[in-house]
């Protein structure tokens, strides 16, 4: 059974005004995650939810949606994902977030997606239709381009194949959709093998982006959990974990510059997007065969 929490708002403006992906509105309707992933930083104390790994829907949420998006004075583009997975197990019963975008959809609003699930997938009719008159991005996290390392780093995700899979089958529906390549892990992920595997099957699935994190965030919580899985999965990288970063927040990857080259010519040569600012153009400046006139 699904727990649920009361909320007064669920689409609300960021407090910078524009987010990350050129985004205007947030929503979380759901609030933890059951991942596992051993890097997530919305595991950090500062987001103060100690059962992090039990996921609850927010209350009447539909209702609160329906509220939010009628009040709304300007149209734009609403991202969910940056706080819980949109599509996490409940949602295959549940289909708030299915439900959420046909709402997105009747008022008028475009959306961007990030997610681990291949659940996606199921609602490419309804991101069609919001992308006949609004902005659509999807984006699909990979951090492994192999399915076993994917495990030990994201224990309870689809494998990054099927993830690969999904991908493929929203570009094939027309929807503009690419990888979140986030967090490239110092000393784990930040190989050459690595990055330019995850570009070579973006390619072979159509992505139209991949956007990079070079690095990986550490605060109070988070901290201490990543190193607990370390000691199970990746024995001895915790001391080199202290040894490099300390109690550093932003831990950039020692590797930077000898795969960024390498990352870049992959895929300028295989015309994938990587630019924060031509990902935007790229899902703004054209949807539907419309130029766009609210955004």
Known sequence: MCEYIPAKSIVYRDAKGVSWFGGDYKMNIYRGCSHGCIYCDSRSDCYQNPEFDTIKAKENALAIIRSDLSRKTKTGVIMT????????????????????????????????????????????????????????????????????????????????????????????????????????????????DNILGIVAQAKACGARFIYPGMGVTMRSGQREYMYRSFDKVFPGMKEKYIQAFGHTYSCGTPAYRQIWPQFKGACDEAGILYRMEDIISGYKSVYGGKQPTLF
Do not use: W
Request: glycine share 8%.
């Open 81 to 192: 994902g940056s706080a819980s997975d949109p599509y996490n197990p409940l949602e295959k019963t549940l289909c708030l977030s299915r439900q959420a975008l046909e709402l997105i959809h009747a008022y008028g609003f475009g959306v961007g997606i990030a997610t681990k699930s291949p659940l996606i997938t199921r609602d490419t009719d309804i991101l069609r239709a919001i992308g006949e008159f609004s902005p659509v991005i999807i984006k699909i996290t990979v951090t492994c381009a192999d399915d076993t390392l994917a495990r030990k780093l994201e224990p309870n995700v689809p494998a990054s194949s099927a993830r690969f899979a999904a991908l493929g089958e929203l570009r094939n529906q027309g929807l503009f959709a690419g990888i979140l390549l986030m967090p490239v892990m110092p000393f784990i992920t930040d190989t050459a």
